[in-house]
């Protein structure tokens, strides 16, 4: 008899693992079937504030699969459907929810999480943007034990991956999605048949990476121009990093630091200061510079940094806060 596995997951991290147990897992006579996909209930999303179907929920829609959005799995309800599905294991990716005890002692193979670093380290709701943020050259994706604690379970299995200076959350995000499928699929097997003994964490490792707030986007231009550039990196494509011109906010999506800058004036400018340089507006920062590549006034589409200069009067030589 097949294993009996039940899904949980929301957001578009959770997909390729969910795409992995359908399509070549339990559609390939292996030796596990997807019984039930939890995920959290529809978003109101955009400026109309339409509710729309999770990712998770859309992809398990497609292939006839039972869904359950449940706001909490703490009710008497939630715990007895669950415990209908008599899953044999719980895999969990990003599903938005801390899974209570009666959850965690109802699979006999336990509930694994697909999490999107190299734990002890960043432990918590925005690993990938704790990463870049911290100027991390590796992360990677861990398969959990998951116990009672927020990511303190017990580690099956772990694969790195290396951050480019490139990446933004966006784009780390996806390759850690795939190469968290790509694990789950390695590790699943041996699982199976208790051949892997998971390994506590080490306590003195352990990093936190807490869910982001939309006003931690906002730009400090007396940081170092590299940690400013991080920030932009970390917080794309939400919440999106962000400063104040006459007014108005406005989004940083593509910048880079440079440590050499040199200032025509013989003293440097204030943090937050706007000059032409060759290639397009520069913003002196409290070490270096922060070029702008792309940029996105409020109410307006995102454009290139230098065509924005060029038009918008007033920018080149003010200051940004």
Sequence with gaps: ??????????????????KWLIDEYSSTGGNAEVVGVFTQPDRPKGRGR?????PVKMLAQEHGLHVLEPESLRTPETLAELRALQPDVIIVAAFG???????LELPPYGCLNVHASMLPRWRGAAPVAAAILAGDD????TIMQMDAGLDTGAVVSQRSQSITPEDTSETLTARLAQLGAELLRDTLP??????IEPQPQDEALVTHAPQIKKEQGHINWSEPADAIARRVRAFFPWPGAYTHWQGKPLKILRAA?????????REDPLPGTVV??????????GRGALKLYEVQLAGKRPTAADAFARGARG????RLA
């Design 97 to 103: 929810q801390i899974l209570p005890v009666s959850v």
């Design 1 to 18: 008899m097949p294993h009996r596995v039940v899904f949980m997951g929301t957001p578009q991290f959770a997909i390729p693992t969910l």
């Design 190 to 195: 041996d699982w199976f048949a208790g051949a």
């Design 315 to 318: 920018f080149v030589g003010d």
């Design 50 to 54: 339409k509710l729309e179907p999770s």
């Design 276 to 285: 032409a340089g060759a290639e397009g507006p520069v913003v002196s920062a």
């Design 138 to 141: 590796i992360t990677g994706v």
């Design 257 to 265: 630091a440079t440590e050499s800058w040199q200032w025509e004036e």
